[in-house]
């Protein structure tokens, strides 16, 4: 038992409490990063996805004046 007349309360500690705002600041920050980063690779996938769909545009235009100059020559 405690002598003294008043009872001690627990209490935090300000640079305790502090480090522990940053640390939650931090894992927001974190979190919000991956979701930031899931955006970014997601919009980079859609334009590989349209670059090759131009690419293979592009093949079959060059392909189809080949084969028509072919039957062309051919006729």
Excluded: N
């Excluded at 996938?45 to 039957?71: D, K």
């Amino acid at each position: 038992m405690d002598d003294r007349p008043f009872p001690r309360e627990a209490f935090d500690c300000a640079p305790a409490m502090r480090i522990e705002a940053q640390e939650r600041l931090a894992a927001l920050q974190f979190s919000q990063l991956h979701t930031q980063l899931g955006k970014i690779e997601d919009m980079m996938h859609r334009l590989e996805r349209r670059l090759w769909l131009t690419v293979f545009g592009v093949v079959g235009v060059i392909l189809a004046q080949a084969a028509q100059s072919l039957l062309v020559t051919a006729h």
